[in-house]
């Protein structure tokens, strides 16, 4: 196994020398995602350095509050958690509820819920591609492309801040 990695490493190194290695991209020190937009901007040092297009619950507007409600949350959070073996192509988890979050819930006599990720597409897709790629369809959640997944994971280290705007 070791030597398939190996040799699949040295191919795409003579096959594509242009492409970099993982430890060759540039690192985020912060994720803002803006739900208007539907982006999710990589930045470092204040600046914008990549931009995905994204997917969000599929009840968009407002800031989510209570477990079940669709809404994918606004707020100051950080990137707390990775999972290569999500029920979606990688998964990082954003640290919602905080504090604020569980007090509002609370208020509500409702749980906040708490499994908001950033992910890419279901590993067993029920919608067509095109489905995943054109509708806000998760259930809270920020979802991107699997290659644009990818390249989340690798630029993002964890306990990078995240915001996310209205």
């Known amino acids: ?7 699949s490493i040295i191919l795409l190194a003579i096959l ?5 290695f993982a430890d060759e991209f540039p690192t985020a020190d912060e994720v803002l995602i803006v739900k ?12 914008i350095f990549r931009t995905f ?16 409600d669709f809404k ?4 100051r959070y950080l990137l707390d958690m990775r999972n290569p073996n999500s029920d979606f192509f990688l998964s990082i988890h954003i640290s919602y509820p905080d504090a604020d979050d569980r007090r509002e819930a609370r208020l509500k006599g409702a749980d906040p819920g708490g499994a908001i990720m950033i992910h890419g597409q279901p590993n067993a897709p029920t ?8 509708q806000d369809w998760t259930n809270g959640c ?3 492309s ?9 630029m993002t280290p964890d306990n990078t801040p995240v915001e996310i705007l209205p």
Do not use: F, Q
């Not at 196994?1 to 040799?7: F, K, Y």
């Not at 919608?127 to 054109?134: H, I």
């Not at 699997?146 to 690798?154: A, K, R, T």
């Open 1 to 7: 196994m070791l030597c398939r990695i190996l040799t």
């Open 16 to 20: 594509a020398p242009g492409v970099p």
């Open 36 to 47: 208007s937009d539907r982006e999710l901007h990589l930045l470092n040092n204040g600046k």
């Open 53 to 68: 297009k994204i997917a969000l619950g599929i009840s968009p507007e407002g800031d989510k509050s209570v477990e079940g």
């Open 72 to 75: 994918t949350p606004e707020g």
């Open 127 to 134: 919608y067509t591609e095109t489905y995943y790629r054109t």
């Open 142 to 144: 920020i979802a991107v």
């Open 146 to 154: 699997n290659s644009d997944m990818i390249d989340i994971w690798l």
